[in-house]
């Protein structure tokens, strides 16, 4: 990893962290839909991130949210729980080391299929600890559930949207 690399991962954390906190965090629709879009961080991370320094920054960068949002450890729990997953995520759908171009996941290097796997399985896994945390009870299955989905939803909407703004497809 480069030093250029490492200062653009150290900015994009800073700024979505504010992003989640000062703005994203004052969305909730109905109590269904609550937006986390700052583990976009943790999706971005470069493939030869050691396992180790993956799970502290996600321990770090959820730790940050939770100390914002009074929600102190369930962000961390979740985010630990997407970072221990992600490199099984990775091994599981993608056909060999030839398919993962570039040093980073993205919607350009790895194509739509294998990005929107990627995604969807790692915000569901996030969420799903998150909200299952929070309420901490089985008899709400149905309605955390829902939740989970929506949220997860609303959250990779925001992945794919940055995805094509911040990363455009060249031709």
Known sequence: MTSRTVFFNIVRFFFLIFFQVLILNHINL???????FYIYFILLLPFDTPKWILLIVSFILGLSVDIFTNT?????????MMAFA?????????S???SLL????????QGVKWFLYYSVILIFIQHFTFFFLEIFRFSE???TLVRVLLSSA???LLVLISEYLIYPRGK
């Open 30 to 36: 109905r109590s269904y839909i609550n937006p986390y």
């Open 96 to 98: 060999g080391p030839e």
């Open 72 to 80: 102190i450890g369930l962000n961390a729990a979740a985010c630990v």
């Open 102 to 109: 570039g040093d980073t996941p993205s919607l350009r290097n």
């Open 154 to 156: 609303f959250t990779l």
């Open 141 to 143: 299955f149905i309605a």
């Open 86 to 94: 992600r490199p099984f995520v990775i091994s599981a759908i993608s």
